[in-house]
């Protein structure tokens, strides 16, 4: 029988291919090896380097005039900044800003607005960092481009590098973004406003929640934990009586304080969303007293597993009810699981945690 | 005859252009990713600055017989960074002292909690809460494999996240809070999960990382380049798609209300980790929500691999039977009518076809080359050709898994160590992964002919653990 398969011209074409692959997997070899001298060069020089700022950067938070840092090379000055951002992370007040006096004194804040032009997105983060860092006003309309205009990463870098250097002003530019771009994180943001403080975003907070944007005002009642409490309550709850909105009436129901709002708390014990008769649960053992029983206790027959469970908690909590009340009450529960439910909230009261040495 | 002949020959060769074409182009897609990756490492190696809002995390523990090691498993996840967590250990039935030694070393008493059962799954005996962590729970029931613990674990847990993890997964401090970033990110995320390294021949105290090192077993060894390959540019180039269709059941971050709804862990299923990712796909695809599930290349989670044949083969047949289950149960992915998006009609046909019953025809393909060599239909030369250009196909992917290795990573920094590797890249394409492919035919037939699943023991040795 002859040959079926292949060619003499199909065989070479395998070799060819086979040779072929071998062949970019040794320029790849290559590509390895010269990626591991250069770093290692790098790492060499970022090495023999470190220890000297390292010196220099702690020596600075103190007095940043008598330093002495050592010129830095072009390749070794991201390095640098990275160090010196880590530094600025962990440092407050007066001692970071004298490491932005040794950036200054050195004419390193060149390099830092060079970096935020840099078409490379890692020198550019590092760039974007430290300006915030150093307050550079002279960053200011690029960076506030990038916090509109850029994307996820870079915008929100850019973000919090204008609030570092001029919060109240950069909460104004920003104050859409912060309630509309979903891909700015709560958690991010929160980071941010915890470190600014009460006193700086309470105001911003307060203009931000009194326009009720339609769009992103279930973010902006989440910030608003980082104000001021007595300013944002006023608001907040408010809003009780007059929205539907989900977030805003857990948001609502965080805030109720005193007997006034107890009708909009058992108002919203009824509500079909059972997030928002779990938050009712929470502020009517809260505020409430005796009269909140009924309530409670048809909360604890809830069929969602948290609304009972905060109901239970806060029977165990209410104002003048005493712990062999609450035994009464759940023995004579009708519905089994409400009864379980109370049986975990007591035994939760009664946990006695061991500390440990 | 002769026809027939030459048909099957331009089958097995149009299977072989296409599969390798495919891990060329998933390598091609994990560039950018890699690189991007880089680029923010300045800024996510900054210290971390918690705010209050990140997602509170259950981390979901599924015990075995883990009499030996589980205390201390506990111990290293109790020192996760992270702001706010839960551990809950379920024990599975362990027909060992798992329970006892839990108890001993967390002093642990039974409480009167009340279970919430959304997912169906076997009862539960007692729940403990711990007197010396009041973030530790264990929940003691009746034995049913590892997706019905996680079921359970999941209808105890407290925290709108959580995350399914093996008892002996060895994670760094800061595995949770990488994984968890996603969520913080993309409000649409309802999965995450991370690079799986091999941890033999590495330094762990405690349950935790200390220095990476290569393994002395050449069989480890061998499967340090097949994981470089299968999560570099296997998992990533999916994960630029969009098409992620496994996490490992190692270490992986779920929003619940999503895993309930989709009716959490299929208990019948022996590749329960797959199973889930595959119809969480399918079932948000089905109801037109935007959903996204993320992959995290970074090295986050540390396992012991086989060092021994035999274990090894029994790993391998039990994913293999995994995978296939995983994508007949969800057929429907790919007849989402145009909806299926990337996971349906690229990632779901690539995998039914060279992963599913790829080592079919592969298998079949050496057996019928070898056999037209040995009757002379194929001359030597070309029988050489076929060999020489899988051989260096094979050595050209995994060549380029250690380049993504070198440029992200830098895992090994020592040259003898790369000198290691790629020695290994090489002599892994001779026998090495045609024996793994036999192991997954072994798999296919079992699954085919419907053998029953069972939890999945291996043999660890844990030498490397101090």
Redesign the interface.
């Known amino acids: 029988?002859?040959?079926?398969?292949?060619s003499d011209a199909?065989?070479a074409f395998?070799?060819a291919?086979?040779?072929g692959?071998?062949a970019?997997?040794l320029i790849?070899?290559v590509?390895?090896a010269l990626?591991?001298h250069v770093?290692r060069w790098r790492m060499e020089r970022i090495a023999g380097a470190e220890n000297g700022w390292r010196d220099a950067l702690s020596e600075a938070t103190e007095d940043p005039h008598d330093t002495r840092l050592a010129p830095i090379g072009r390749l070794e000055m991201?390095a640098f900044l990275?160090l010196w951002?880590?530094f600025q992370?962990?440092l407050k007040g007066e001692a970071a800003e004298r490491l932005g006096v040794l950036l200054t004194l050195n004419g390193i804040d060149r390099h830092v607005l060079r970096y935020i032009r840099k078409r490379?997105?890692?020198l550019r983060?590092?760039g974007i960092?430290a300006a915030g860092h150093l307050r550079e006003q002279r960053a200011w309309g690029e960076l506030e481009r990038l916090a509109l205009h850029g994307g996820?990463?870079e915008s929100f870098?850019a973000a919090r590098a204008l609030l570092r250097i001029e919060p109240r002003r950069a909460l104004e530019v920003l104050a859409p973004a912060l309630s509309g771009r979903?891909?700015w994180?709560?958690?991010?943001?929160?980071?941010i406003?915890?470190?600014l403080g009460p006193q700086v975003v309470t105001g911003p907070l307060v203009t931000m929640l009194l326009k009720r944007p339609k769009r992103g005002l279930n973010r902006i009642v989440?910030l608003a934990?980082f104000g001021h409490r007595d300013r944002i309550s006023t608001i907040v709850r408010g809003w009780l009586g007059s929205s539907d909105e989900m977030e805003v009436l857990i948001a609502g129901l965080d805030y109720v304080e005193d007997d006034s709002d107890l009708p909009w708390a058992k108002g919203a014990a009824r509500h079909v969303e059972w997030r928002v008769r779990m938050a009712a649960a929470k502020a009517l053992g809260r505020i409430g007293g005796r009269g909140e029983l009924a309530v409670l206790l048809e909360l604890l027959r809830d069929p969602i597993?948290w609304v009972?469970?905060h109901a239970a908690q806060s029977l165990t909590h209410l104002h003048g009810l005493e712990p062999h009340e609450l035994e009464t009450l759940r023995e004579n529960a009708r519905d089994a699981?409400a009864a379980?439910?109370l049986?975990?909230a007591l035994?939760e009261r009664r946990?006695?945690?061991?500390r440990?040495t | 005859m002769?026809t027939f002949?030459?048909g099957l020959?331009?089958f097995f060769l149009l299977y072989f252009v296409l599969i390798n074409v495919g891990y060329i182009a998933l390598n091609l897609l994990a560039i950018p990713s890699l690189r991007?990756k880089?680029?923010?490492?300045?800024?996510e190696?900054?210290?971390p600055?918690?705010?209050?809002?990140?997602p509170p995390v259950s981390l979901l523990v599924p015990a075995y017989n883990e009499e030996a090691t589980i205390a201390s498993s506990v111990r290293s996840l109790l020192q996760l960074d992270y702001p706010e967590f839960e551990i809950v250990v379920i024990n599975d039935g362990s027909k060992d002292g798992t329970l006892e030694a839990l108890k001993q070393a967390f002093?642990l008493e039974g409480?009167?909690?009340?279970y919430?059962r959304r997912i169906n799954a076997q009862p539960i005996r007692t729940i403990y809460?711990s007197?010396?962590h009041?973030n530790l729970r264990v929940i003691d029931k009746v034995n049913g494999g590892k997706a019905d613990a996680l079921n359970v674990g999941i209808n105890a847990s407290r925290f709108p996240l959580f995350c399914a993890m093996d008892a002996d997964s060895i994670l760094q401090r800061d595995s949770l809070r990488r994984v968890i970033e996603p969520f913080?990110?993309?409000?649409t995320a309802i999965a995450s999960g991370g690079t799986v390294r091999i941890a033999n021949g590495c330094t762990v105290s405690a349950g935790n990382l200390e220095r990476v090192e290569l393994p002395r077993n050449f069989l480890a060894l061998l499967q340090i380049v097949e994981y470089l390959r299968a999560f570099l540019f296997g998992r990533m180039g999916w994960a630029t798609i969009d098409a992620v269709l496994i996490i490992s059941g190692a270490f992986g971050v779920f929003r619940k209300d999503a895993v309930v709804e989709a009716g959490g862990y299929k208990a019948d299923t022996i590749g329960e980790d797959m199973e889930l990712i595959v119809r969480l796909h399918r079932v948000m695809r089905a109801r037109g929500e935007p959903y996204k599930i993320h992959f995290v290349p970074d090295p986050i989670c540390w396992t012991e691999a086989p060092e021994s044949l035999a274990v090894l083969k029994g790993q391998r047949i039990r994913w293999q039977r995994g995978l296939c289950e995983s994508l007949h149960k969800n057929r429907d992915l790919l007849k989402t009518h145009g909806a299926g998006g990337p996971p349906g009609l690229l990632a779901y046909p690539f995998f039914m076809v060279f992963e599913c019953y790829g080592p079919l025809i592969e298998v079949a393909g050496y057996v019928f080359m070898t056999a037209?060599f040995l009757v002379?239909?194929?001359?030597g030369?070309?029988f050489g050709?076929?060999l020489?250009?899988a051989?260096?196909?094979g050595?050209?992917l995994s060549?380029?898994a250690?380049?993504l290795e070198?440029?992200a990573f830098?895992l090994y920094p020592r040259?003898s160590q790369?000198g290691m590797l790629?020695c290994v890249a090489i002599a892994e394409n001779l026998g090495y992964r045609q024996l793994v492919t036999y192991w997954r035919l072994i798999g296919l037939t079992r699954w085919l002919r419907g053998a029953r699943s069972t939890w999945g023991t291996m043999t660890r040795k844990g030498s490397w653990q101090k």
Do not use: C
């Not at chain 1, 029988?1 to 292949?6: C, E, L, Q, T, V």
């Not at chain 1, 994180?185 to 980071?191: E, H, T």
């Not at chain 2, 600055?49 to 990140?54: H, K, L, Q, R, T």
């Open positions: 029988m002859a040959r079926a398969w292949p199909e065989v395998a070799l291919v086979a040779l692959a071998l970019v997997a790849l070899l590509a390895i990626m591991r770093r991201p990275v951002n880590h992370e962990s490379s997105l890692r983060l590092i960092t996820s990463i870098a979903e891909d994180s709560l958690a991010r943001i929160g980071s406003f915890q470190e989440k934990r597993w009972r469970y699981f379980d439910m049986s975990q035994a946990w006695q945690p061991v440990l | 002769r002949i030459l020959e331009w991007r880089t680029a923010l490492r300045p800024l190696d900054l210290p600055v918690y705010s209050g809002f990140e002093q409480f009167p909690e009340v919430w809460h007197r010396t009041a913080l990110d993309d409000p037209m002379g239909q194929i001359s030369l070309a050709a076929f020489a250009l051989f260096s196909l050595f050209l060549v380029s250690l380049l070198e440029y830098h040259f790369m790629i």
